[in-house]
């Protein structure tokens, strides 16, 4: 089993940028592929980007893509995502997610068994 605590939430002015982690405790980490979803109110949790577990491999939804860059540390146990030109509609809980299950689909989160509690992002226009 491997436990998910993020950070680096807030509020932003559209434009900005902001980093959020996603620290991994347990388990060995590199075993799990790793993603970010995000979830605004009233809306299902959805895909933002996703990362393999090496870090060789990443994915990312169309409406981040350019935006959001994905990385991991597996030494330190950490997970990233570097959010720039942020828009308010990104403006959602984001919840890191793990799953040792590689083969299973990286952009559903039916694939992932591990869930951090969430970080609010909030941006304003």
């Known amino acids: 089993q491997v436990q998910l605590v993020e950070s680096g939430g807030g509020l932003v002015q559209a434009g900005g940028s902001l980093r959020l982690s996603c620290a991994a405790s347990g388990d060995t980490f590199s075993r799990y592929k790793m993603a970010w979803f995000r979830q605004a109110p009233g809306k299902e949790r959805e895909f933002a980007a996703a990362i393999g577990r090496d870090g060789s491999s990443t994915q990312y939804a169309d409406s981040v893509k350019g935006r959001f860059t994905i990385s991991r540390d597996n030494a330190k146990k950490i997970m990233d995502l570097q959010m720039n030109s942020l828009k308010p509609e990104d403006t959602a809980v984001y919840y890191c997610?793990?799953?040792?299950?590689?083969?299973?689909?990286?952009?559903?989160?039916?694939?992932?068994?591990?869930w951090g509690q969430g970080t609010q992002v909030t941006v304003s226009s």
């Open positions: 997610a793990a799953d040792s299950r590689y083969y299973l689909s990286s952009s559903n989160p039916n694939g992932y068994a591990y």
